[in-house]
């Protein structure tokens, strides 16, 4: 089923499909999630849990506290419309990038092919993050300790993940350069 789900991706990328994903993604970071983070940062300087690489419980409560009231619905509004989209947007566009650079790097029947699809597995771990980010908003003041040290390990997890496809897509275009100077130098 995988394999044939990475096979449709190779299949269907193209250039144009890369660029809209593009242009959506750079949406979301040039604009919509800066406008939320500013405006969070009305109620606290601190950084909200998705943009840190882990936290403990006290750092946890420190920002869920000075947050406020107001600044946890906002936070809690975030996560369940524009942090739900966003995952969609930057995993179609690194699954359809890799795809496109991938495509003609591996041979159809290599193993390594389905490294397409490892966006999904960050799409994954930010769904969960997100739903442990609402639990504990939700349960603020209380404490559930245990419940942060979860979503501080997905949060890794996720960051982890998205270096791992960064590493990927760049390892790719470096292939994918070296492939193309091969072929000049072989037609000369």
Not at 36 to 50: M, V, Y
Request: proline share 4%.
């Amino acid at each position: 089923m995988l394999h044939n789900l990475s096979a449709w991706f190779y299949r269907k990328t193209s250039i144009f499909f890369v660029l809209a994903f593009l242009a959506l993604y750079m949406i979301m970071v040039a604009v919509i999630l800066p406008g939320f983070e500013k405006s969070l940062a009305t109620h606290t300087p601190l950084k909200i849990f998705d943009l840190r690489f882990g936290f403990s419980p006290d750092e946890a409560y420190t920002l869920l506290d000075g947050l406020g009231e107001a600044g946890r619905a906002q936070y809690r509004l975030l996560e369940m419309s524009v942090d739900v989209i966003y995952p969609f947007i930057y995993t179609g566009f690194f699954v359809l990038l890799i795809s496109l650079i991938y495509r003609n790097i591996l041979p159809p029947t290599a193993k390594l092919r389905m490294i397409n699809l490892l966006p999904f597995a960050i799409m994954l771990f930010d769904f969960l993050e997100n739903t442990g980010i609402v639990l504990l908003i939700n349960r603020f003041p209380a404490r559930a300790d245990a419940l942060v040290g979860w979503v501080s390990c997905i949060n890794q997890l996720k960051w982890l993940l998205f270096a791992a496809v960064v590493v990927t897509t760049v390892f790719g275009l470096g292939m994918a350069a070296i492939a193309n100077l091969r072929k000049r130098r072989a037609r000369k």
